[in-house]
């Protein structure tokens, strides 16, 4: 969001959340399909693997989101003394 200029934040911001809302429910749903699929004692086991992926793909998620979020606080104060300076320069007043 940080790319999008000032007047058009709300909409970016709408953007993502509706992203990660769907994506949530489309994982939820992928997820209870597959476990659902067989149902029975006898699959005990294959719901503690499911319930293993899931936790381990919401810990791979994680990691990604902090590494994102690590890097665009880089780059944003690697390009914000430039974009001062611009501005300087371009100041008129």
């Known amino acids: 969001m940080c790319s999008l200029p000032g007047h058009r934040a709300a909409?970016?911001?709408?953007?993502?959340?509706?992203v990660r809302q769907?994506?949530?429910t489309?994982?939820?749903a992928?997820?209870?399909?597959a476990v659902g699929a067989h149902v029975?004692?006898?699959?005990?086991?294959d719901?503690?693997?499911?319930?293993?992926v899931a936790a381990a793909l919401s810990a791979a998620t994680a990691v990604v989101g902090a590494r994102i979020t690590?890097?665009?606080t880089r780059t944003r104060k690697?390009?914000?003394?430039?974009?001062?300076?611009?501005?300087?320069?371009?100041?008129?007043h």
Not at 11 to 18: D, E, F, Q, R, Y
């Open 40 to 45: 029975g004692p006898a699959q005990r086991q």
């Open 11 to 18: 909409t970016g911001s709408a953007l993502v959340n509706s």
């Open 22 to 24: 769907i994506s949530a």
């Open 26 to 28: 489309v994982g939820v």
């Open 47 to 52: 719901f503690r693997v499911a319930w293993l």
């Open 70 to 72: 690590r890097a665009a």
């Open 78 to 92: 690697v390009l914000a003394p430039a974009a001062t300076q611009a501005t300087r320069l371009t100041d008129t």
């Open 30 to 33: 992928l997820h209870v399909a």
